[in-house]
């Protein structure tokens, strides 16, 4: 009798649904994993089965409502290995902004009647609830990171990390660097590699979607932001964005914030 074939879910929390895109976007190779694995829970594939044991679970999305809070709980017990993938899922995502704001005040000035709407105060990721194995960053997620870390537990080895900085990347494709060549405002210095160095690449700055790089140096380039013109508030937006809710982006943010508040004599 065949072995049975390890099974795989794909979880849903908050958020735009892209990083599952980018899992549907592999095509054939969705199609060759599909071979490998049993798919029992993927709402955006098909099947539906969202409290099924399984052997890899797959999180996209941040923790934003009281129900996501105890789903994910679930999750965690019905999971060997947990996987988180996306910014969404490992800094809270865009939607951590409201961290830094009057969350509770914005929905009373969008919606009619806020009352009906039960969101926490807070978006976070999801290790902010439940151990997790690994994280996959970047918004959306890199399909070939997936991919890998998928092959890796199939043969119970641990995933491979990306570790270098977005410039490393820039420098192995001959890139010409844009902070350098265009003075643009250029996150690769402090960002995560894993997307290729997309952005430099086509000519434009990288905006730190895939999140901090190892031992990010959030100083030294705040002070070169600055250098090619950009107000205290402006350096502090460039880490504040997608991956506000990291602690090195944050820590870096609230630093430029005060500058604006303390400006130097
Ligand atoms: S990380 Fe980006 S692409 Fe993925 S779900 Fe969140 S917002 Fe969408
Ligand atoms: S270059 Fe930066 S913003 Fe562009 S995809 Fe890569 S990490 Fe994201």
Redesign the pocket.
Known sequence: MAAAKPRLAVHKFSSCDGCQLAFLNLGEDLLRLAELVEIVHFAEAGPVDPDAVVDIAFVEGSVSTPEDEERIQKIRKNSRHLISIGACATAGGLQALRNLADGPGWIAEIYAQPEHIHSLATSTPIAAHVPVDLELW?CPVNGRQVLGAVRALLFEVVPALEKDK?CLECKRHQAVCVLVAKGLPC??PV?LTG?G????RFGRD?????GPAENPNATALGRRLEGLGLVPEAVARRFLFINSGAPAFAEAGRHWREQVHDPKP
Do not use: K
């Not at 990288?206 to 895939?210: D, E, S």
């Open positions: 970047g977005v996150m690769g960002t997307c160095a997309l952005c430099p990288c905006y730190a979607c895939y």
